[in-house]
């Protein structure tokens, strides 16, 4: 994950690395470097043309949440790669 250093915009890489057991990404990933007291809206960046994105882009999160509950990014033998960005919103 990259945050830029005004902490309003980031990006999130993840991938399935060990996929025994056909096991995905089963807990959120606890995001670092965020500002607590900012909104982020979520948006998946790396989708196949056709395909349909797991996140939803009209959620939004504080900061404080994605830094304390975290964020699962869903990743599994289906989707093995996801691209997310971050973005504050006013």
Same mark, same amino acid.
């Given at each position: 994950m990259y945050? $830029?250093?005004? &902490?309003? =915009?980031?990006v999130?890489? *993840?991938? /399935?690395? *060990?996929?025994?057991? $056909?096991? @995905? =990404?089963k807990s959120p990933?606890r995001? &670092?470097g /965020? $500002?607590?007291a &900012?909104?982020y809206?979520?948006?998946?960046?790396?989708?196949?043309? @056709? &395909?349909?994105? @797991?996140? +939803? +882009?009209? +959620?939004?999160?504080?900061g $404080?949440f994605?830094m304390k509950?975290?964020?699962n990014? @869903?990743? *599994?033998?289906?989707?093995? =790669?996801?691209v997310?960005?971050?973005?504050a919103v006013?």
């Amino acid at each position: 994950m990259y945050v $830029d250093s005004a &902490k309003a =915009s980031a990006v999130m890489f *993840n991938y /399935l690395v *060990n996929y025994r057991y $056909d096991q @995905g =990404s089963k807990s959120p990933i606890r995001l &670092k470097g /965020l $500002d607590p007291a &900012k909104r982020y809206r979520i948006t998946e960046v790396n989708l196949y043309p @056709g &395909k349909s994105s @797991g996140v +939803s +882009s009209q +959620s939004v999160y504080s900061g $404080d949440f994605l830094m304390k509950a975290g964020f699962n990014p @869903g990743v *599994n033998t289906d989707h093995t =790669s996801v691209v997310i960005t971050l973005q504050a919103v006013q």
